[in-house]
């Protein structure tokens, strides 16, 4: 599993959510095409691509002499299932202590 | 109820018990009460500084240590597993006329992030390759 607050952290900023939108819906992408749709700089786009790449969000594929970039959602599936496991444990575990009180 | 936000995520479930507030202060703080309906073996010292493990069949150890006790109110811990995700887990105890509501939060702690992953958040080298097929 991810780190989960690097998850967090890179999914907190409106602008990396966006470049994220953008990778699900449109798919593959380049940083100079995703420039070209928001209203920032190649290298803004870079910046925040990196965070979303180490946060495990988005995968990095060099193609030939281009690197393009594609959403990746396996560190947010695994926090949902972590929340989905500890909730169903907590779940588990209160009705246990409600029955064994009644 | 479950919720996230930007700094992690936290899990929250509540029961409403037919019990006072003591005995279910006595089932969330002692090892062997809590042992009876936490699905494994609880050890605590419930106090601040006291240590806290859950063995539950088939699972690694839990373990960690209690970091705030309010008297019949609230007790609060951390814990972890040897290579798991460290939580603060916190039960909260409200009475309800002739009941008594436990609410459980389990919260997701951060993580101690270290060496060449810190050195690549931003501008790291990875990218920095990248750059130049970027440009072309």
Not at chain 2, 41 to 61: K, N, Q, S, W, Y
Not at chain 2, 124 to 136: I, M, R
């Amino acid at each position: 599993m991810m780190n989960p607050h690097q998850v967090f952290s890179a999914l907190s900023d409106q602008t990396r959510l966006e470049v994220l939108a953008r990778l699900a819906s449109s798919g593959p992408s380049t940083a100079t095409e995703l420039s070209a749709v928001m209203p920032i700089s190649r290298q803004a786009v870079s910046k925040h691509l990196t965070a979303l790449v180490q946060a495990g969000l988005v995968e990095r594929n060099p193609v030939g002499r281009e690197v393009r970039f594609s959403f990746h959602s396996d560190p947010l599936d695994d926090i949902a299932q972590w929340a989905s496991d500890i909730g169903t444990g907590w779940d588990r575990r209160l009705e246990n202590l409600r029955r064994s009180m009644q | 109820m479950q919720h996230s936000n930007a700094s992690g995520a936290s899990i929250e479930r509540s029961v409403e018990l037919e019990a006072g507030r003591g005995e279910v202060w006595r089932r969330i703080t002692e090892g062997r009460a809590l042992s009876d309906w936490m699905g494994g073996v609880v050890t605590i010292d419930p106090r601040p500084g006291g240590r806290v493990t859950l063995h539950e069949d088939g699972a690694p150890l839990v373990w960690g240590t209690v970091e705030d006790v309010v008297d019949g109110r609230r007790i609060q811990w951390t814990w972890r597993t040897d290579d798991g995700l460290p939580t603060m887990v916190e039960f909260e105890i409200d009475p309800i006329e002739t009941r008594t509501r436990l609410t459980v939060r389990e919260t997701l702690l951060p993580w101690t992030v270290s060496g060449p992953e810190v050195n690549n958040l931003w501008g790291g080298s990875t990218l920095a390759q990248g750059s130049v097929f970027l440009a072309a």
